[in-house]
Nanobody, 123 residues
Framework: QVQLVESGGGSVQAGGSLRLSCAAS????????MGWFRQAPGKEREGVAL????????YYADSVNGRFTISQDNAKNTVYLQMDGLKFEDTAMYYC????????????????WGQGTQVTVSS
């Protein structure tokens, strides 16, 4: 059974940093794509950052490019999201996703989702 467990969320002031982790079990992240998405209250879920687990190519949403960094540790089956220069508008529930053969920001492309970790940025 595939399980994705996020951690590292919390409350931070604008300009601060957080590092999210996603530990995958029952799933090999040695192929395909893994990603981070977020959903703010009243808004649709949106893609934030994606990484091809074989090769490490990354993709970022325009809103976070230059501030967020996605990385992976295949030995630990873990994907990270380093978030620097956080803004109030980054406040959302952040979800880890897996199971997409190709990296895509389309939510329907993904099979497995974690339960999410809350990030709250105060201005």
């Amino acid at each position: 059974q595939v399980q994705l467990v996020e951690s590292g969320g919390g409350s931070v002031q604008a300009g601060g940093s957080l590092r999210l982790s996603c530990a995958a079990s029952g799933y090999s992240n040695s192929r395909g794509c893994m990603g981070w998405f977020r959903q703010a209250p009243g808004k649709e879920r949106e893609g934030v950052a994606l990484v091809y687990t074989s090769g490490g190519r990354t993709y970022y949403a325009d809103s976070v490019n230059g501030r967020f960094t996605i990385s992976q540790d295949n030995a630990k089956n873990t994907v990270y999201l380093q978030m620097d220069g956080l803004k109030f508008e980054d406040t959302a529930m952040y979800y880890c996703a897996a199971g997409a053969r190709f990296c895509s920001f389309l939510v329907r492309s993904w099979t497995y989702w974690g339960q999410g970790t809350q990030v709250t940025v105060s201005s």
